[in-house]
């Protein structure tokens, strides 16, 4: 077992005390940087890098190298998963993901296997353990994947989707078919996840990326019950520690009390909540991550700072805070406000720690 030289990252999400506030960001590897964009094109395509343990573990890192950081997160996609469920995922230049398979009845849903991690993501699985091993105890390495609803969308949709209007009507006209759909992605999910711990994943998360376009009764039926299931499945102790699971809804705001009873360490926040407000709802229950606008990194460094700092002080004085973006970081984004973002949260955040 190597010795972590930094876990305040880990710490933060047990509530645990921390020097300064632990910081990283959504697609932190990713295309505003320039090396990722060279490792891209020696691998020919996206999914050809994300299939390559080796160059996963490359622009994992690269983050890293650049920003102190205080922890790394698996490159790889959500998307994974009903991919290795026989969907046939591809991607079209400027429509983003798309399936040669959809799913739209209770047969398709039928014939859907639960994916085995070492066999049919195997590639996912040797990346985690290459990184852990690159990473030789720098920071934690974050796991993760999708909830069930969120590649429910993409199965049902064939894609990306404005209106969710298949999903939902399917939900709707057919909920005893999505809800065997959502059962068998729980499954797979758990399965997936705890994979990546076996492999070395030292905290995970789970994207519940379109919760959000949910009804409130909708939410907690057809969400927040299969991550629950998800919570209730995971390996929580491994190599002697606590592994940490965060849930991220976004557009959850609403739903950030029944959120923090489904038993994971912390929440995600978007940057529609704030996360003062988000605190005294939750109390103790659970550990805060996030949640400052991505579009402020298109601000002049000092106007990042000033935003840093107002959302430090909305948390205000204690621990169980990971300073992160309300959402990935856009490719547009010039690096140096990025690094100007992580160093603003390390300087600005030790005053809270006292």
Known sequence: MTTLKNDRFLRALLKQPVDVTPVWMMRQAGRYLPEYRASRAKAGDFMSLCMNPELACEVTLQPLDRYPLDAAILFSDILTVPDAMGLGLYFETGEGPRFKKVVS???????????????????????????RRELNGRVPLIGFSGSPWTLATYMVEGGSSKDFRKSKAMLYSDPAAMHALLD????????????????????????DSWGGSLSA?????????????????LIREHDGRRVPVILFTKGGGLWLESMADAGAEALGLDWTCDIGSARARVGDKVALQGNMDPSVLYAKPEAIRAEVGRILASFGQGNGH???????????????????????VHELSAQYHR
């Open 184 to 207: 068998k992605l729980a499954q797979s999910v758990t399965a997936y996840l705890n994979g990546q711990i076996r492999a070395g994943a030292q905290a995970v998360q789970i994207f």
């Open 105 to 131: 009845s209770a047969a398709d849903i039928d014939a859907l296997p639960i994916p085995d991690p070492e066999k049919d993501l195997g590639y996912v699985m040797d990346a985690v353990r290459t990184i």
């Open 322 to 344: 990971v300073f992160n973006l309300g959402h990935g970081i856009t490719p547009e984004v010039d690096p140096a406000h990025a690094g100007a973002f992580i160093e603003a």
């Open 217 to 233: 009764a909708a939410y907690q039926e057809f969400s927040l019950a299969y991550m629950q299931k998800i919570v209730d499945g």
